[in-house]
């Protein structure tokens, strides 16, 4: 059966709803959603107006594929991620769709596969790309003791207050992760966004401050079952300390305050992902008792 590829600026609802069709049963078939939150986020409720979204037609009218190209590193190249249709695999399809991928963005991309699936790696292979980064996700059990760790001395914990440390939580959240293009490059949109999202609780978005400075922070998040196929399941979202307040532990006892949280939540697991390169945060998170699960992988032309 023929395809073809129709390249949008903005999905309507009805494209959005076929897309998120597919990302459902390959979730279901794979064992792991296809698109990261930020493009699940984009799909909802738009973003960059420089990304683009290909569908994968076949001639029947079925949408058997999807691609999003998001223009997060202007150095490094576009942002990708693809999906093919369970029932639709094995056919070429993959192929068709990152070929008219390449074709639009001249081929300079990263390609993200998540769950380090051999298919994706095939694909990726069979086109000159190579591994090029590793994303753990690293999880621990909450019924494992979780020994305390007291703040630094002189800081405060309190938990975010919408409408109120937006400002200062992007400015320490930049600061950072200055060299995280994804995570450091958030805008207000960015954090009103989540802010909307079912899953946001700012009793679960932690501050930390020294006097009326914030100093770091810890936002965890829950996901539910209905969305990733399993029980609900807590995870370290995201963990910042402004540069200036590092080395004194203050991640470790955020990490920590934020792991008691999902605990007293009644979930059973935490997890948290982390980059393959990031070898002292690895070391913290297996000292509080995590352990690596699954990788996500991102491929580059050789």
Known sequence: MGAHVEIKERLGDRD?????????????????RPLNEHVMLHLRYGGDPRARSLLLWTDDGTLAGYAHVD??????????????????RRRGHGARLLRAVLELTGGTVRL???GDHAGAGAL????????????????RSLFAPLAPYPLPDGVTLRTFVPGQDEEAWL??????????????????DDLLRREQEPW???????LAFRGDRLAGFHWTKIHGSSEHGHEPLGEVYVVGVDPTQQGAGL???????GLVHLRARGLAQAMLYVDET?????????????????????????
Do not use: C
Request: charged share 20%; no cysteine.
């Open 124 to 139: 990726a292979a069979s086109f000159g790309f190579e591994r090029v980064r590793s994303l753990w996700q690293m999880r």
């Open 171 to 188: 400015k320490v959240n930049a600061a950072a992760f200055a060299h995280h293009p994804e995570q450091g490059a958030w805008t207000m």
């Open 71 to 88: 223009p997060t590193d202007e150095v490094e190249g576009p942002s990708v991620e693809l999906v093919i249709h369970p029932s639709h």
């Open 16 to 32: 959005v709803a076929e897309v998120l069709g597919v990302v459902e049963k390959a979730t279901e078939a794979d064992g792991v």
């Open 278 to 302: 990031n070898t002292a945060a690895i070391r913290v998170y297996e000292s509080l008792g995590f352990n690596r699960w699954d990788v996500d992988v991102m491929y580059a032309p050789a």
């Open 112 to 114: 993200w596969a998540h």
């Open 200 to 206: 946001f609780d700012p009793e679960g978005f932690f």
């Open 251 to 257: 991640g470790r006892s955020l990490t920590v305050a």
